[in-house]
């Protein structure tokens, strides 16, 4: 067994050889810390920022002031990009044009959403939304196509009872109360109960 005086010059020999690298060690460890409360300060900052942005946002579009709408849609976009503030503007912006019969400029916005956040709630959101501007502008092949992949159960009525308004357009009845009714029927029901029963009632499908 070492004694004691031979275990503290061992010690003192691997704090020679290494004491540089604990030293460093600690360093980068403070550093890194620093480092990381420093980024999530700044996200936070970040955040904040967005979040106003967005407030009077969504203010011009309530009050149909569509140049600040944009003004602090592209704002929250060009300096937000990383955040979901950033999809969130695309929508608030593609429903300014919708509202402004700008059809070609909301199908630019909400296809950019579509193609980088697919899987994402907000994606989804933008698909139903980019089906309905394809709709009114009657391009019924590329609206079903935008609905034709996979959504989660909660969008199952929306899509479906989206799909009837196509087929019906299209002049497809027996498609469009399919639609209509597998809207019914679905967990969680659509937002507009009766609505969706009397277009069923317009087409004789009331079952």
Not at 10 to 24: A, D, F, H, P, Y
Not at 81 to 104: I, M, N, P, S, T
Not at 152 to 170: M, N
Request: glycine share 8%; aromatic share 8%.
């Amino acid at each position: 067994m070492q004694t004691e005086e031979e275990q503290v010059e061992k010690l003192k020999t691997w704090l020679r050889e290494n004491g540089m690298s604990i030293v460093l060690g600690i360093v980068i460890g403070v550093g890194g810390l620093g480092g990381y409360r420093y980024w999530e300060h700044h996200q936070e900052s970040q955040a904040q920022h967005a979040s106003s942005a967005y407030i009077r946002m969504m203010d011009a579009l309530a009050s149909q002031d569509y140049e600040q709408l944009e003004l602090h849609a592209k704002r929250i976009i060009d300096e937000h990009a990383e955040l979901e503030y950033a999809q969130l503007a695309r929508l608030a912006l593609a429903r300014g044009h919708v509202e402004q019969a700008k059809f070609d400029a909301a199908q630019q916005v909400l296809q950019a959403i579509v193609g980088t956040a697919a899987q994402s709630p907000v994606g989804y959101v933008a698909r139903t939304r980019l089906a309905a501007v394809q709709l009114q502008q009657q391009q019924f092949e590329p609206a079903l196509a935008t609905l034709a992949v996979s959504f989660p159960p909660e969008f199952a009525a929306q899509v479906d009872e989206l799909r009837g308004d196509i087929y019906r357009r299209q002049g497809n009845t027996a498609g469009a109360i399919e639609a209509y009714r597998k809207a019914q029927s679905a967990d969680p029901p659509p937002a507009n109960v009766e609505f969706l029963r009397q277009k069923l009632d317009n087409l004789g499908g009331t079952g």
